[in-house]
């Protein structure tokens, strides 16, 4: 079936391998964001987080992301998770300061990660996240690319104030992220998702006792190029 499932493969792939070092001096871009000079930029090393920078990265973003899930998927997926983000940022669900750009020393764009207000059943939207899409150039994959724009996003998510993300994908991936099957806090997959086990929804809390009565069906009825 057209997209999820190429958004769970697409992870996996991008998020499973840890073989090498990024090359120094790579920077994470956030569009649209606010000034800061700490915070998690600091924590996680990069050399700066910039603002104001949306016209110049949203749409070469986009064609990263499409030709990332062409490469790996098929020209249909590619399209439909371009939609996907285009359809993120024109509704009340994007967080301009979690939409994530990693650019080289050259200023070219190498990786995308996105984290999205998320609701179950209509509720916890201002608590709850999902990580979705996520991609690395093909090139470059298996350099810990992905793995430091996620560590990066959810430290800046905490930051935010959010509660807990979800993801779906391979559980062998993200158990030493600190993520955890969600079933175990209540929180399970509408049989439209045709998850292959239960284990493939999870949820990581960002403070501890943050899923604390955060229950419900996760449904993707809401992004209408999934429909």
């Known amino acids: 079936r057209v997209g999820h499932e190429g958004f769970e493969h ?3 792939q991008l998020y499973s391998a840890d073989a090498m070092d990024v090359v120094s001096d790579i920077k994470v871009m956030e569009t649209m964001l606010q000034r800061d000079t700490g915070g998690a930029a600091r924590d996680f090393g990069f050399e700066k987080v910039y603002d104001s920078y949306e016209a110049m990265l949203q749409d070469p973003a986009l064609e990263l992301v499409e030709a990332v899930f062409t490469d790996h ?3 249909e997926e590619g399209k439909l998770v371009r939609r996907l983000v285009e359809e ?10 979690l939409e994530l750009i990693m650019v080289n020393e050259a200023d070219e764009i190498i990786g995308y990660c996105m984290f999205s207000r998320f609701h179950l059943e209509g509720k916890y939207e201002q608590e709850l996240l999902i990580l979705t899409p996520m991609a690395v150039k093909t090139q470059l994959q298996r350099q810990h690319i992905s793995k430091e724009m996620i560590e990066y996003g959810l430290e800046r998510a905490r930051e935010l104030g959010y509660k807990a993300v979800i993801v779906e ?4 991936n993200y158990r030493s992220r600190g993520f955890v099957t969600s079933a175990d806090h209540g929180i399970t997959a509408h049989e439209s998702i045709g998850l292959p086990a239960v284990e493939c929804l999870m949820v990581k809390e960002l403070i501890p006792g943050g899923l604390e009565g955060i229950q419900g069906v996760v449904s993707y009825a809401d992004y209408e190029c999934l429909r």
């Not at 994908?169 to 062998?172: A, D, I, K, V």
């Open 88 to 97: 993120i940022r024109s509704k009340r669900w994007y967080l301009p300061e």
């Open 10 to 12: 697409q992870l996996d």
């Open 73 to 75: 998927e098929s020209e």
């Open 169 to 172: 994908g391979n559980p062998m």
